[in-house]
């Protein structure tokens, strides 16, 4: 919460927000570059457990 540049931000679903954006934002770049967050978890955005949910979908991709 004291981070100047966030002050302990988290995603939100704003009027006009889908579900497939969540997905949308945890799409990979060409196999190379992967993303995870609670940002990208569309069960359980804006929590610590969808974050931590996200880290082991992206690991999985990795590993296969």
Same mark, same amino acid.
């Given at each position: =919460?004291? %981070? &100047? %540049?966030? #002050?302990? /931000?988290?995603s939100?679903?704003?009027?006009g927000? @889908?579900? =497939?954006?969540?997905?949308?934002?945890? =799409?990979d770049? %060409?196999?190379?570059? #992967?993303f995870a967050? @609670?940002?990208? &978890?569309?069960?359980?955005?804006?929590?610590?457990?969808? /974050?931590?949910?996200s880290?082991?979908? @992206? /690991?999985?991709?990795?590993?296969?």
């Open positions: =919460q004291s %981070n &100047e %540049n966030s #002050f302990g /931000a988290y939100y679903t704003a009027v927000t @889908e579900m =497939q954006h969540f997905d949308d934002l945890a =799409q770049v %060409n196999g190379r570059v #992967f967050g @609670e940002h990208t &978890e569309a069960d359980y955005f804006s929590t610590v457990h969808g /974050a931590y949910l880290g082991i979908r @992206e /690991a999985d991709k990795i590993i296969g």
